[in-house]
């Protein structure tokens, strides 16, 4: 069973500081790792993808990759209350073909 | 600009009934998905289809069968609705030739099973 698993949540954070989500998988030939966004009631929606060892930024928002480590994280800068949401951790398996979630993190950012 | 189009998008059955969720993609990817997500959880992987004529179980694939219509159309069916089966059931397409793209999700469909 390849597995997904995210930082237990939910997380709160004051506007303006820095969010930080957690994944870790199960599979070392994973190759690639996407962080979704979801509104309550709404589809997710991309914000990010990785697929090398490091940091990717865009914007507000930093993946970071270690795939010896076999984890991705998410930090989201300059926090505001329109980042709440629920993050999803995507990760494929098996040639790429099969696209598993984790649980999600439910993140609320306090004005 | 379609992307991926569920229907219906909200359905309420008794339990023992069945019903077919439909799904269909307009990007020509090879890849598609059932996901259901209940309260509180992530997306679990129902079934999957990575090309056309082939389909596999995912994580939670009691009570569901699939059909892969064509490369556009992903159905999947209920035959027996129970209480167990209330969620929201998104479909998703991507190709997987593409490793490095993402899926694609339908806007979702929420059943109640009573």
């Known amino acids: 069973q390849k597995e997904v698993e995210q930082n237990s949540g939910p997380l709160s954070v004051p506007e303006g500081a820095i969010a930080s989500l957690n994944c870790t998988y199960s599979?070392?030939?994973?190759?690639?790792f996407f962080w979704y966004r979801q509104y309550s009631g709404k589809s997710p929606e991309l914000i990010m993808s990785?697929?090398?060892?490091g940091d990717k930024e865009d914007g507000r928002f930093t993946a970071q990759l270690n795939k010896a480590s076999q984890y991705v994280s998410l930090l989201i800068r300059d926090s505001q209350p329109s980042d709440s949401a629920t993050y999803l951790c995507?990760?494929?398996?098996?040639?790429?073909?099969?696209?598993?979630f984790g649980s999600g993190t439910q993140l609320t950012v306090l004005p | 600009n379609a992307g991926v189009t569920q229907t219906p998008k909200f359905q309420v059955l008794k339990t023992g009934q069945s019903m077919t969720l439909q799904c269909a993609q307009d990007?020509?990817?090879?890849?598609m998905y059932w996901y259901r997500q209940d309260p509180g959880m992530g997306l679990r992987l129902i079934y999957y289809?990575?090309?056309?004529?082939?389909?596999d179980k995912g994580e939670v694939p009691n009570g569901y069968n699939v059909s892969r219509l064509n490369k556009r159309e992903f159905s999947l069916r209920l035959e027996s609705a129970a209480p167990s089966q209330t969620s929201v059931y998104f479909c998703?397409?991507?190709?997987?030739?593409?490793?490095?793209?993402?899926?694609?999700f339908g806007q979702g469909t929420r059943l109640t099973v009573v």
């Open positions: 995507a990760v494929t398996f098996g040639s790429a073909r099969q696209l598993t």
């Open positions: 990007m020509n990817h090879n890849s």
């Open positions: 998703a397409s991507r190709d997987p030739a593409e490793v490095y793209v993402e899926a694609f």
């Open positions: 289809s990575a090309s056309e004529g082939t389909t």
């Open positions: 990785i697929y090398s060892n």
């Open positions: 599979d070392r030939g994973s190759q690639s």
